[in-house]
């Protein structure tokens, strides 16, 4: 590992050094090129040169042991216990820094929410879980973008597509992916039972045109008028949009804007989002057919988490991490489970190493 990081920190200050040359002075695109690689390196970087302190120190601390001076090496010693302590820490976390990048984590996110079982009731639930990927998404000032929404009368949500856009949207939001499942006693429940009813959460990378290409002989463009609330626009023009992928028989729709145009371009963003996720899912299927499928894959048929009112309870069962603060959670106060499960898969793919 230790020829790995000088190679690492050589690259770092090359490319420090090249910053402050005139030739990338000059030219604003490479400065910025060079940059971006640079800031990428910086917390491994800095991580480098504390683990290389700290052997220096266990150096320092195992010459000070050969003193003949019995205070000196009682000192010496204490003090390298506590530096051998710190060096299996150190290096857990270099071993994280050096795993290989998701190359879609800095990748907006588009986020589908649907009610499965449980009526309105589950409807309500996704609306619920909406409004917490909203407000976790306000807490770290990403914009939200509805696609498309399918409300109910009662205030719940049959299906609603957004973007979530934001530095670091998609690594932080990937481990969403799957069946949420809520237990309460609806408003509507005369004997106070509890009901259990559930919605599903996918979570996929917006996909750009360079990563996916689409054939426009396989496409089927329908538009139609607008429903829902907007003004004058509403079932007036032909604004809404809906795409059929022929191959795959994948349908898409946006009636969001108010311009054709505007609609076609998102519907064809979560398009290109949806079949990039069953290129990477065909991908990663030839790559691991023999290896054991992980706890926790993020599959949409996993039941992931469990929403528990009466317990006040929440409960991600992949890693079986519980909080009793459900309001709390609602609220889009997410970054105690999310930096768990990032923690899980990083330890999981070191096993795998």
């Not at 910025?32 to 480098?48: M, N």
């Not at 609306?127 to 409300?151: C, G, H, Q, T």
């Not at 496409?219 to 795409?243: H, K, M, W």
């Not at 079986?320 to 990083?346: C, P, R, S, W």
Request: proline share 3%; net charge negative.
């Amino acid at each position: 590992m230790l020829d790995k990081l000088v190679v690492i920190e050589d690259k770092y200050n090359a490319l420090t050094s090249a910053l402050s040359t005139q030739e990338v002075l000059s030219n604003p695109l490479e400065m910025q090129r060079l940059s971006k690689e640079q800031a990428d390196l910086e917390l491994v970087v800095s991580k480098i040169r504390d683990y290389k302190k700290l052997l220096q120190e266990i150096d320092e601390a195992e010459e000070l042991l050969k003193s003949s001076d019995h205070e000196l090496k009682e000192l010496a010693q204490g003090e390298l216990d506590n530096l051998k302590n710190r060096k299996p820490i150190l290096e857990n976390e270099l071993k994280i820094l050096l795993l290989p990048k998701d190359p879609r984590d800095e990748k907006n996110v588009i986020l589908e929410i649907r009610a499965g079982t449980g009526g309105e009731e589950a409807a309500l639930f996704a609306a619920a879980l909406f409004r917490m990927y909203s407000k976790y998404a306000e807490s770290r000032r990403w914009r939200v973008e509805v696609i498309d929404i399918n409300p109910t009368g009662l205030g719940g949500i049959k299906e609603v597509v957004a973007t979530i856009s934001g530095k670091g949207a998609y690594s932080r939001l990937k481990y969403e992916s799957g069946v949420h499942r809520v237990q309460r006693v609806p408003v509507t429940e005369a004997s106070g039972r509890i009901h259990t009813s559930a919605a599903t959460v996918a979570v996929l990378p917006e996909a750009e045109e360079v990563d996916i290409k689409i054939d426009e002989k396989d496409l089927r463009i329908d538009t139609f008028c607008s429903s829902g609330p907007g003004g004058q626009g509403v079932n007036t023009t032909y604004s809404a949009v809906r795409i059929t992928h022929i191959p795959t028989g994948i349908v898409v729709q946006c009636q969001d804007e108010r311009s054709q145009i505007k609609n076609r371009d998102k519907a064809m963003k979560v398009l290109r989002s949806r079949l990039l996720e069953i290129e990477t899912e065909r991908q990663e299927k030839e790559r691991a057919q023999d290896r054991k499928s992980q706890v926790g894959t993020g599959d949409r048929s996993e039941r992931i988490r469990t929403y528990n009112y009466p317990q006040n309870r929440v409960t991600d069962h992949r890693i079986g991490l519980t909080l009793h603060k459900l309001e709390h959670v609602l609220e889009g106060n997410l970054d105690e489970f999310i930096d768990a499960l990032i923690t899980h898969y990083q330890t999981e793919r070191l096993k795998d190493i």
